[in-house]
DNA sequence: TATAATAAATGTATTTATTACATTTATATA
DNA sequence: TATATAAATGTAATAAATACATTTATTATA
């Protein structure tokens, strides 16, 4: 760093810096991400993050939140930071970095026309096509964030409906760690955690029985988030 | 994002946009930052990160080593992603992201000629002046971050001399953690990862008796650092 | 040369968490 | 009313975490 001042900053060089969003989302079965076919060259019509360049006049929060909101229609998203991919020739259109940030959301909350309209499509993790760039990569890292993310505080209050089954839970964690669990280990773990409420009413649409809908209790949910938990699996 | 097509890029903002190194280092005693006093207007002569903007040929990584190495004359340095800093109006310099690399060096091994003629100074945590800008959030995110690292990996390797005490390693996961651990539960959990070569040597610097040296398995330890521990102290 | 002072090293019993594992229950439909 | 289906439940065994106090090796000093 040199000892000039003041015009230093104008002396700098100034890059194109883009952002790419991971949305992960739920369907109560398996978790899902949403990727479009890019509209831009290079590799234009092939499958791709949804992304945007950052705008000078909003922060890199704001333009991933714009693109969540012009694709899905949703607002409020919970949204957080995967890294900074900043190689120097990650694209060939020109020199920029991208902001790789993973949202998560509830796939029945979407606007469904919008999604349509902008040709975005929802895959199983094990059916992802083939992605451009370094998205591939984006995607990786985001799962292995996901994944240990989930270890250390309660998640699935963003990607369920308000009110859930134990066993939909119990798919999600099956769905993000790609592996089974014993479901009454499950249950025993996830009721130990206190979060949850119990409903009197059942969903039928999967079993003769039913199975009770529960609600997380947001503001112990809140605090577990806050105060970190080690849930292992 | 639009449809247009070829000089898209052409047409979006470029943004300036820095790296700001949180260096930890540990000295056996307790873990310490380097920082320094800022050049450059606005805020000259402010503590603060040390950082640069990045250039236009250099990756952002490679921005934070070339500041590593200019300061501390280290390379190799083990470094890793914080977050970035996006916010607008963060910089009233001018608009300018930056992206927070967070350090683990052992301060021994720094050239210390080259540290003071930066004027560089390492700062215990609890005694750290206040900085410019967002930088004590990035400090405050870089600790944060650190402690979450400590509890699922194994720490030490790059803040340790090769050969250390027992007594110097619980002191380093102290400081990180701000409290005192149990030594015969720190002992038996340290030792059960099964990371550590005992050697001959006693280290009698800091005791008549003297604390029996060890070594890193490096190959335990990397095998550890990549499969995951639940180190919870 | 015996004694005091210092930090290092060590073990155990108790509590808590994790794991492995099989049967019964409620309900809809045939 | 029998059948099929997924949901709900409990326990014993093992492993991990915790709380806690004494002995040891050595140097410096009386």
């Known amino acids: 760093m040199d000892t000039k001042q ?40 092939k499958w791709s993050l949804i992304g945007s360049f950052v705008k000078k006049d909003e922060s890199v929060k704001n333009a991933a939140k714009r693109v969540l909101t012009d694709i899905t229609g949703l607002e409020n998203v919970f949204m957080k930071q995967l890294k900074v991919y900043g190689s120097v020739d990650r694209d060939p259109g020109d020199r920029c970095i991208t902001v790789g940030q993973y949202a998560l959301i509830r796939i029945e909350d979407q606007d469904i026309e919008l999604v349509e309209k902008h040709g975005a499509v929802w895959y199983d993790l094990d059916k992802m096509p083939d992605l451009v760039l370094d998205h591939n990569q984006l ?17 699935g209050f963003e990607l369920l409906p308000e009110k859930f089954t134990i066993p939909s ?9 790609q592996k089974q669990f014993d479901n009454r280990n499950f249950r025993k773990k996830i009721i130990a955690l206190d979060i949850l409420t119990k409903l009197e009413e059942k969903d039928k649409t999967s079993s003769k029985k039913g199975a009770y809908l529960y609600k997380f209790n947001r503001k112990k949910y809140d605090k577990l988030a806050d105060a970190g938990i080690n849930f292992k699996l």
Chains 1, 2 share one sequence.
């Open 139 to 155: 995607v990786e890292d985001a799962l292995v964030q996901l994944r240990l993310k989930a270890s250390y505080q309660p998640i």
């Open 6 to 45: 003041l015009n230093y900053y104008a002396e700098q060089d100034k890059i194109l810096i883009a952002t790419d969003c991971i949305i992960f989302g739920f369907d109560n079965q398996s978790i899902k991400l949403l990727v479009f076919k890019r509209r831009i060259a290079p590799f234009a019509g």
């Open 169 to 177: 839970l119990q798919k999600l964690y099956e769905s993000i760690y």
